[in-house]
């Protein structure tokens, strides 16, 4: 199977900026839409932004993390970027990366193929 690979998560002071990135073992997934979820224990996996189709790059952000969020693409490298500013400790969860065939903007994470593994965040005070 397709593998994605999550990097850049750890400890992280709350009102500093996170990046993480993911990266994607095989070119088919140059056309997919691909997002980012992250969950905490007991909680649902809750999306957080996606890039619609590899090529087309088009962000879209959930309404909590929209003004704090970027997400991108560096095609080139085959790689899915995020970065969140202004880190609370709510944010402190386990962030995956996960693609999709579908060419359109997806928020349920039923619907996408693939996932990586996660990437721990933990935001101190």
């Known amino acids: 199977q397709v593998q994605l690979v999550e990097h850049g998560g750890g400890l992280v002071q709350a009102g500093g900026s996170l990046s993480l990135s993911c990266t994607a073992s095989?070119?088919?997934?140059?056309?997919?839409?691909m997002a980012w979820f992250r969950q905490v224990p007991g909680k649902e996996r809750k999306w957080l932004a996606s890039v619609i189709g590899w090529l087309e790059n088009r962000p879209s952000y959930a309404d909590a993390m929209e003004g704090r969020t970027t997400i991108f693409k560096d095609l080139a490298k085959n790689t899915l970027h995020l970065q969140i500013d202004n880190l609370k400790p709510e944010d402190t969860a386990i962030y995956y990366c996960?693609?999709?065939?579908?060419?359109?903007?997806?928020?349920?994470?039923?619907?996408?193929?693939?996932w990586g593994q996660g990437t721990q965040v933990t935001v101190s005070s």
């Open positions: 095989a070119p088919t997934f140059s056309r997919d839409t």
């Open positions: 996960a693609a999709t065939s579908r060419v359109r903007e997806i928020t349920s994470s039923a619907d996408y193929d693939h």
